[in-house]
Structure formats: C-alpha cells, structure tokens
C-alpha cells in the first residue's frame, strides 16, 4: 500500500530564506507526483507536476525534484516571503489495481516571517 | 469562470442527524472526487466518480453515500452510521484520470453539535 509522508510537519522561516519541504513515498511505481498549495480554511491549488519520466519542474521561485528510485521529492522554494505562508502538500498519482487515485501526505505548513 | 462550488461553507450537524453535502462543476470533468481533511492526516477518499450514474468507494466509504446523476454534480450525504463526522470536507474534479488538472473546491466544515 503507497504512502506518503512529509517533513516537517511545520516549518518557519524569516523572510527571503530559501527553503526545502520534503517528501517521500513508499512505492515507487507511480505515474506523478504533484506539490500543492493550501490556504487555511480553503481548497487545494496544483503548484507542479512532474511526471514519472521526468527528474525537476519549476515555475517561479518553485522548483521540484522527483527521484523515483528512492521514492522522495523535494520542493525548493528561493526568497520566501510572508505570502508563500501555507500548508503544502505532496500528492502521488498511483496505479494501485481498479483504483486509479492521488495519495496525499500529511502537508507541511509553512510561516514565512516578515 | 470555470470552477467547482461547494456549499454550504459550514454545516452543523445534530447527532443522528443525515446531512447532504453539494458539489458543483462548470469545468465539464468527468471525474469527481470527495475527500475528508483531518489535523495531522491529510486528505482521505471517501468516494470518486469517474463517469455519470457511476460512482466508487474510497478508503474511508463507511457512513457516507453518493449519487452522480449529473455530470455536473456530485452531492455527499454524511449519514448518522458516520460516528465521528467532525472534518474539513473537499471536493474536486479532474477531466479524467492520470492524476491530472485536478480542481478543489473552497471545502465545506462539518461539525457535529
């Protein structure tokens, strides 16, 4: 059974640190991985999404990396600011049998400091 | 603009007592989803359909239903068999299967009372 975990569960940083919001997963037969951002009290909004096939996305001052053979992914975000403060959350993309389905994990929530 | 509507935003729910929750997508997906959001757990399947008038249990089915009549809509009932329904509800849409161009719903907050 595929499971995703995070680390930290909580993390907070001054303004304009890079940071790396981890993740990994147990099974790494997997077809995606995405990264999502998380407002308090709000729905989910897709940051990126690498493909199996595929090693980093970036967009911004976001970039993730994907190594499927030690089943981990990393979200790297440069010169964070008050506004990237969120829970982020890492999704895997699983073939398990009849029920084709994202597994969440448990989601980082970030402070950015000003 | 396209999108998924979830209402109410807070629902209060008395012990006992079935309450229905409603989603809605303009996005024309095939597939919807419904999650439940727990501190520290992340978000859990309850139910997903990938086409109309079908529809199959997630992981954590027991005590809710569903019913996709509409391509457009996919309604929870959170029913009195759900002993602990306390959770953050989200639903979502995705053009099809892949795990990709999902969206989500602004959430429904379920408390029991």
């Known amino acids: 059974k595929q499971e995703v975990t995070q680390i930290p569960a909580a993390l907070s940083v001054p303004e304009g640190e890079n940071l790396v919001l981890n993740c990994s997963f147990t099974d790494s037969a997997i077809y995606n991985l995405q990264w999502f951002r998380q407002d308090p009290g709000k729905g989910l909004t897709s940051l990126l999404l690498?493909?199996?096939?595929?090693r980093e996305q970036t967009s911004g001052r976001l970039n993730a990396s994907l190594d499927k053979s030690s089943g981990r992914s990393t979200l790297y975000i440069a010169a964070s600011q008050p506004g990237d403060s969120a829970t982020y959350l890492c999704?895997?993309?699983?073939?398990?049998?009849?029920?084709?389905?994202?597994?969440f994990g448990t989601g980082t929530l970030l402070a950015v400091q000003p | 603009d396209g999108g998924i509507t979830q209402s109410p935003k807070y629902l209060f729910r008395k012990e006992g007592q079935n309450v229905t929750l409603s989603c809605e997508q303009n996005?024309?997906?095939?597939?919807m989803y419904w999650y439940r959001q727990d501190p520290g757990q992340g978000l859990r399947l309850i139910y997903y359909?990938?086409?109309?008038?079908?529809?199959q249990k997630g992981d954590i089915a027991e005590g809710y239903s569903v019913s996709r009549e509409k391509k457009e809509s996919f309604p929870l009932t959170v029913t009195s068999a759900q002993k602990n329904p306390t959770a953050f509800y989200l639903c979502a849409s995705s053009p099809g299967t892949g795990g990709i161009g999902y969206t989500f719903g602004s959430g429904t907050r379920l408390t029991v009372v």
């Open positions: 690498i493909q199996s096939s595929q």
């Open positions: 359909s990938q086409i109309v008038n079908d529809f």
């Open positions: 996005l024309n997906h095939d597939a």
């Open positions: 999704a895997v993309f699983d073939y398990g049998g009849a029920t084709n389905k994202l597994i």
